[in-house]
């Protein structure tokens, strides 16, 4: 199978089920987002050793091509589609609680900074909040679009706190914000 098909050439591509629509049509948009995240976190997996976060972050993309999945059909009775985990928003909830029992109460803004992976940790988050905002715009109707924005919402926070975990790890403290610090 070649990877190119030439379909796409005059600036249209076609949604699970066949329907053709603009390349920029915000549907794809949101789950081009969904996938630029998951670029995304193959690069943090590639800067951490620790094999938990890992293993964590593996089971995240493979959720995100779910979701990307869900986003990309006509319809979510498309017989392709996956099943979407309808525990994982609990799953991630659990994994922020876990992860935040080791962490010094935050007493300011913090700056997404401190380390590569702490930043790409950041990347990932506001790259999520992205994808959250495209996939509300898109209002893709779906039995699961609830769950969908629910887990993308808890998503970035799971990124949000991972970075100050990572940092915990690496024995870095949080960077705060310092207003005006610039002048």
Same mark, same amino acid.
């Given at each position: 199978?070649?990877?190119? !098909?030439? !379909?796409?050439?005059?600036?249209? %591509?076609?949604?699970? @089920?066949?329907?053709?629509? =603009?390349?920029?049509?915000?549907?794809?948009? &949101?789950? @081009?987002?969904?996938?630029?995240?998951?670029?995304?976190?193959?690069?943090?997996? #590639?800067? %951490?050793?620790?094999?938990?976060?890992?293993?964590?972050?593996?089971? +995240?993309?493979?959720? /995100?091509? !779910? *979701? @990307?999945?869900?986003?990309? &059909?006509?319809?979510?009775?498309? $017989?392709?589609? $996956?099943?979407?985990?309808?525990?994982? &928003?609990?799953?991630?909830?659990?994994?922020?609680?876990?992860?935040?029992? =080791?962490?010094?109460?935050?007493?300011?803004?913090?700056? $997404? #900074? @401190?380390? !590569?992976?702490?930043s790409q940790a950041h990347v990932c988050r506001t790259v999520c909040r992205r994808a959250e905002r495209r996939i509300i715009a898109a209002? *893709?109707? #779906?039995?699961?679009?609830?769950? +969908? *924005?629910? +887990?993308?919402?808890?998503? #970035?926070?799971?990124?949000?706190?991972?970075?100050?975990?990572?940092?915990? /790890?690496?024995?870095?403290?949080?960077?705060?914000?310092?207003?005006?610090?610039? =002048?």
């Open positions: 199978m070649k990877i190119y !098909t030439k !379909t796409g050439d005059k600036g249209e %591509t076609s949604l699970l @089920g066949g329907k053709r629509v =603009s390349k920029d049509d915000i549907r794809i948009e &949101a789950y @081009g987002t969904v996938d630029e995240l998951n670029a995304h976190i193959g690069l943090l997996i #590639s800067f %951490t050793n620790n094999e938990q976060i890992k293993d964590q972050l593996l089971k +995240i993309q493979s959720l /995100l091509f !779910t *979701i @990307g999945s869900y986003l990309a &059909a006509e319809s979510d009775k498309h $017989p392709s589609l $996956p099943v979407l985990d309808q525990n994982f &928003a609990i799953d991630l909830e659990a994994a922020i609680d876990l992860m935040d029992k =080791s962490l010094n109460p935050m007493k300011s803004f913090i700056l $997404p #900074s @401190g380390s !590569t992976s702490i209002e *893709i109707n #779906s039995s699961n679009s609830t769950l +969908i *924005i629910q +887990i993308i919402n808890r998503l #970035s926070d799971y990124f949000f706190v991972l970075a100050r975990y990572i940092g915990h /790890l690496q024995k870095l403290d949080d960077i705060p914000w310092v207003p005006n610090r610039n =002048s």
